[in-house]
């Protein structure tokens, strides 16, 4: 806000006393980014019972499946800052060391009898829990085990529970499972369903391979995602060239470890530093110094006005609706089976990561959403209709906020409806046409042929 003086005349047409009024500033600039607070929502360390709005419908519609897209959980880094000692972090699971949750011992005696489980392809060689004392690059470590023990626990809570989604006896039939080829995004979709499932019975568990992380799966073919994906990182690249702040912290961070700049960038020292950040272990410090919360923030900072400015450019926009609509239609085409009648996949799980996540929040149009956090979960509920066994609805909700109406395809339909959700031919009509609007195209396989104009 400003103070502004004003001088109001009064009756007797002489000016009084000037006063000062407060007055709010209608060009308000966005708020200021905090990094820190940030950062800690990113870790997404389980401290309280979450609240979540999960299940939430009228009493007489009936919720009849729930499709839920998963980042994997808290895990070490996939980069190392060079000649810096790694972050001491353990990967053993200690039911007795905290973050834990009630069911972590159990889950692990499970986890070591899991031979009968059908996993594809190179799936059936990965471990079913991070098991060293030093964790593995890119481990899930036991944190991110926790929050996904939780995650499932909210879930049964509300789907098994309240719902009844899945019967007692459920067959394999009802469960669709879907992984990448990565010891963290299995172990991840395991731990949601260890505590998920009404009885976790290792022969019913039929785990799919998913080869690529945009779960493509046969119409990966797509030149003008690429195209699309090249432009996004050459605006990433200008960005951060722009940024002084940014290339201060990164020659003081360089001459720290003793190596060039540019090899200290290429470390991409973010992804490391949050590990750190996360597990509160203090940065690595060399005889030159050490890495400090100052260098943090402006490197965090800027990694946050770049998820600001992507959401404001066009590109990932474009780069997301051409990555996701396989993914999405896969979704639809099953969401239309069950409304027809069919009983099979009534729950889904693909388990993945932030680049699988984030673009599928671009492409429905979820702008205000923020960058997946360890364990986030996207939910799409498919809803009967009581009174109208024929209508079908979706709700869409993100780590258990309710954001149907944050998407492109509905943002208007609650002004003219009374109930709490979208049509479910709203999102069909979306996938199936709509996507492609902006490509003047009238099909993936155009869209994704077709030179950018």
């Excluded at 369903?193 to 998913?210: A, C, G, S």
């Excluded at 470890?257 to 590990?275: H, K, W």
């Excluded at 402006?298 to 992507?310: A, F, G, S, T, Y």
Aim: with cysteine.
């Amino acid at each position: 806000v400003h103070l502004i003086p004003v001088n109001p005349v009064r009756e007797d047409g002489l000016n009084p006393k000037s006063r000062k009024r407060i007055m709010p500033d209608l060009l308000t600039e966005p708020p200021a980014i905090d990094p820190v607070y940030e950062a800690h929502v990113y870790c997404n360390i389980p401290t309280i019972a979450e609240r979540s709005m999960e299940g939430h419908a009228p009493h007489y519609f009936k919720l009849v499946s729930a499709q839920v897209l998963i980042r994997h959980g808290d895990r070490y880094p996939l980069y190392a800052i060079p000649k810096t000692k790694r972050p001491d972090i353990d990967c053993m699971l200690v039911p007795s060391r905290k973050p834990s949750h009630p069911q972590l011992e159990a889950f692990i005696k499970h986890m070591s009898k899991g031979s009968a489980a059908q996993m594809d392809g190179s799936l059936s060689s990965l471990p079913h829990f991070p098991s060293h004392s030093l964790c593995e690059m890119g481990e899930l470590t036991q944190t991110g085990v926790v929050q996904h023990l939780r995650n499932g626990q909210l879930l049964r809570e509300i789907y098994i529970n309240k719902h009844k989604l899945l019967p007692a006896d459920w067959t394999a039939k009802q469960l669709y499972l879907e992984t990448t080829g990565k010891s963290r995004t299995l172990q991840s979709a395991l731990a949601l369903l260890y505590t998920f499932l009404p009885d976790f019975d290792w022969k019913k568990i039929n785990m799919r391979h998913q080869w690529s992380t945009i779960f493509c799966s046969g119409s990966c073919d797509c030149p003008m995602r690429n195209h699309y994906l090249e432009e996004e990182q050459r605006r990433q690249y200008s960005l951060r060239v722009k940024n002084n702040d940014l290339e201060k912290i990164y020659v003081d961070m360089a001459k720290i470890v003793g190596i060039p700049t540019r090899q200290l960038r290429a470390s991409n020292p973010i992804d490391s530093l949050l590990c750190y950040f996360c597990h509160n272990v203090s940065f690595p410090c060399t005889k030159a110094g050490c890495i400090g919360m100052e260098h943090f923030k402006v490197i965090k900072r800027h990694q946050l006005e770049d998820e600001r400015e992507r959401q404001e450019k066009k590109l990932y926009f474009l780069y997301a609706l051409l990555a996701t609509h396989p993914l999405l239609n896969q979704t639809v085409n099953r969401l239309q089976r069950i409304a027809e009648g069919k009983k099979e996949e009534l729950f889904v799980l693909y388990s993945a990561h932030d680049v699988t996540l984030s673009p599928v929040l671009s492409a429905l149009g979820i702008t205000e959403a923020r960058f997946p956090r360890f364990a986030a979960r996207l939910v799409f509920e498919l809803w009967q209709d009581g009174k109208r066994p024929k209508e079908h609805f979706i709700r869409i909700l993100y780590n258990g906020a309710d954001v149907t109406f944050q998407t492109s395809f509905c943002k208007d339909h609650y002004k003219r409806s009374s109930k709490p959700m979208c049509p479910l031919e709203k999102f069909v009509n979306f996938v199936k046409r709509d996507m492609f609007l902006i490509f003047n195209s009238t099909s993936y396989y155009d869209a994704c042929h077709r030179r950018a104009l």
